[in-house]
């Protein structure tokens, strides 16, 4: 398996433009997970899909983030619009059966620059 | 909220040592404790997956330890290498998310 696979790996936008994550988990995982990772706050959970719906979003930071998850194989985390504090490393991480007693697998991540 | 604490945040050792990563969490009520490692701008890399039911785990040069009671856990590396390099990130599952700590920064010098 190719693992948590997530394009693109850099993204460098204009403030106020909107930006598109991408995310294909392992196949046959059910749980998916968006996290940002900043030199200050760490690695954050953002929003958390368990067969395709949203469960706990409650880490969005605002209305400006919107997570979709359409099938089994993709989901995509959108900023629109962006701005400079939104730049950080994004995450998206996948598991089988819910987190609660398996491993969970992160792709390489998309290095967002805001400017 | 589970808090995840990590020390030391780096820690510098000369080629051979035998070291220690410590990992400290606020609430006892855990499902797992995963340990991972990340180099400089990539993703994360899981090493170790304990079961809140077990006590330590073991993957060749690595043995992590879980005292859920006194939340803590630690990350033994024997024998350390300069590929050993990186940061390594402990995360507690108390529900279906990881909560991190910081990591602690991992340089191994020839």
């Known amino acids: 398996d190719a693992g948590v696979i997530q394009s693109p790996r850099h993204e460098v936008t204009e403030m106020g433009q909107e930006v598109t994550l991408r995310c294909k988990p392992i196949s046959g995982h059910n749980s998916l ?3 940002r990772q900043t030199m200050m706050r760490g690695l954050e959970l953002l929003i958390y899909f ?9 880490g969005m930071p605002e209305d400006r983030f919107s997570a979709k998850m359409p099938n089994a194989s993709f989901s995509t985390l959108k900023i629109q619009p962006s701005e400079p504090r939104d730049s950080a490393v994004y995450f998206c991480a996948s598991s089988l059966g819910g987190i609660m007693n398996t491993e969970a697998f992160f792709g390489q991540g998309t290095r967002l620059t805001v400017v | 909220k589970q808090e995840v604490t990590q020390i030391p945040a780096a820690l510098s050792v000369p080629e051979g040592e035998n070291l220690v990563l410590n990992c400290s969490f606020t609430d006892s009520a855990i499902y797992n404790l995963q340990w991972f490692r990340q180099d400089p701008g990539k993703g994360l890399t899981s090493l170790l997956l304990i079961q809140s039911s077990q006590r330590e785990q073991t993957s060749g040069r690595l043995n992590a330890s879980l ?7 630690t990350l033994y590396i024997a024998a350390s290498q300069p590929g050993d390099s990186a940061t390594y990130l402990c995360a507690v599952n108390s529900g279906y998310a990881l909560n991190f700590g ?4 991992l340089l191994v010098t020839p």
């Open chain 1, 33 to 35: 997970f968006w996290y």
């Open chain 1, 50 to 58: 368990n067969n395709n719906v949203p469960i706990d979003d409650s």
């Open chain 2, 102 to 105: 910081k990591g602690t920064s």
């Open chain 2, 67 to 73: 005292d859920k009671s006194s939340g803590r856990s």
